[in-house]
Nanobody, 115 residues
Framework: QVQVVESGGGLVQPGGSLRLSCAAS?????????MAWYRQAPGKQRELVAR???????NYADSVKGRFTISRDNAKNTVYLQMNNLKPEDTAGYYC????????WGQGTQVTVSS
């Protein structure tokens, strides 16, 4: 059973930056798995924010393109999300999972962008 643990969230002012981490344990196939970051704001559906393929090809939601960067370290079974120029509308719980949502959801990490 693969488990993911997200970390790195917090309270930040508009225009600020955060770096999220997602560590996966129990997976011997992490390097062969397309990974993604999702977010869910109160009252809204969970949405895909960014994804990274096994060959490190990346894709982003239009709302974060140019501001967020997803990366991975297969040796550490970890995926990162560097978030720059944060906006209040980025406020949400952030979660990682496979692109096909094959893992159980972790607890997520809360990002709050507010002055």
């Amino acid at each position: 059973q693969v488990q993911v643990v997200e970390s790195g969230g917090g309270l930040v002012q508009p225009g600020g930056s955060l770096r999220l981490s997602c560590a996966a344990s129990g997976s011997l196939l992490f390097s062969l798995t397309h990974m993604a970051w999702y977010r869910q704001a109160p009252g809204k559906q969970r949405e895909l924010v960014a994804r990274i393929a096994t060959d490190t090809t990346t894709n982003y939601a239009d709302s974060v393109k140019g501001r967020f960067t997803i990366s991975r370290d297969n040796a550490k079974n970890t995926v990162y999300l560097q978030m720059n120029n944060l906006k209040p509308e980025d406020t949400a719980g952030y979660y990682c999972n496979t692109v096909g949502i094959n893992y159980s959801w972790g607890q997520g990490t809360q990002v709050t962008v507010s002055s």
